[in-house]
């Protein structure tokens, strides 16, 4: 369970142990701590975020309550689906989910979906439930990305950068001078919390700044998954980057299509 990582341009090395600690003799990864942290702090943004406008706290909660475990079920089933070559000979594994295994994209699925029901289901402002869970949305996975850290995954190729991560678990090189990708995508979604909190600020419709999330995320997982060797894949395409994708060239027609009506709107009155 011990992982040396190490930077060695930078002269930093560190020996970590993936089990935080015991609890009545069941180990508690330090990986899930990381995530239930950034969890912890994207729900405190979007509580204050929620009050500020005018979303109910009962509501918010309860999409909370809801969103949480559909979104560890859905981020479970998407890996699975995209890594069924190896589940359709171990399917005992496939609910091993403390053996490692969850993509985000499947968690933000899972948690938009709740969203649309619930807020159609009670006639709440989905753009506006929305806007409050973008940036909540990068909080939790700037954290949660520290959570590969201490895994020693989420690496890429060898490259000649100072920055470049070793990675020896269990005595056995994994990593041997490779990008710190999991690093990339903290600092870019760190980064996206500050330009969407900025940008929400000249948002011209309700929805927008998830918009932005989109954008931005897509825009940093499509050249950071680029660079790993640990992506998922339909046929020869890395189905990150396809979704990513996807989302960005979706974000930008919602928001050009969704300004230029309001445009239209304005000049006929």
């Known amino acids: 369970m011990i992982n040396n990582i190490s930077f060695p341009g930078l002269g930093l090395d560190f020996e970590i142990n993936r089990v935080a600690f015991s609890l009545f003799g069941v180990p508690v990864y330090a990986y899930g701590l990381i995530i239930a942290l950034g969890l912890v702090l994207a729900f405190v943004y979007a509580s204050r975020e929620a009050k500020r406008t005018g979303i109910s706290d009962n509501d918010f909660?309860?999409?909370?309550?809801?969103?949480?475990?559909?979104?560890?079920?859905?981020?479970?089933?998407?890996?699975?689906?995209?890594?069924?070559?190896y589940y359709k000979y171990n399917l005992s594994e496939i609910f091993n989910i403390r053996g490692g295994g969850i993509a985000i994209y499947g968690?933000?699925?899972?948690a938009?979906?709740?969203v649309l029901i619930y807020c159609r289901a009670k006639k709440i402002s989905i753009g506006k439930v929305l806007d409050v869970l973008a940036v909540s949305l990068l909080i939790g996975q700037a954290v949660g990305r520290w959570g590969n850290f201490v895994n020693g995954e989420a690496f890429g190729e060898s490259c000649s950068l100072p920055w470049a991560m070793t990675v020896v678990r269990g005595g056995r090189t994994v990593a041997e001078l490779a990008h710190?990708?999991?690093?990339y995508?903290?600092?870019?979604?760190?980064?996206?919390?500050?330009?969407?909190?900025?940008?929400?600020?000249?948002?011209?419709?309700?929805?927008?700044v998830f918009c932005g999330y989109m954008i931005w995320?897509?825009?940093?997982?499509?050249?950071?998954?680029g660079l790993r060797t640990d992506s998922l894949y339909l046929g020869s395409i890395r189905v990150s980057q396809l979704l990513s994708l996807v989302l960005i060239v979706a974000g930008i027609i919602i928001i050009l299509k969704n300004r230029k009506n309001i445009k239209k709107h304005l000049t006929n009155e």
């Open 61 to 85: 909660f309860n999409m909370f309550i809801i969103g949480l475990p559909v979104a560890v079920v859905c981020a479970r089933i998407y890996y699975v689906v995209f890594s069924w070559d």
């Open 107 to 110: 968690a933000v699925i899972g």
């Open 112 to 114: 938009a979906l709740v």
């Open 180 to 183: 710190p990708t999991f690093l």
């Open 185 to 208: 995508e903290s600092l870019w979604n760190a980064l996206g919390i500050l330009v969407l909190i900025l940008y929400k600020r000249k948002k011209a419709f309700e929805g927008e």
């Open 217 to 225: 995320y897509g825009i940093g997982r499509l050249f950071i998954e």
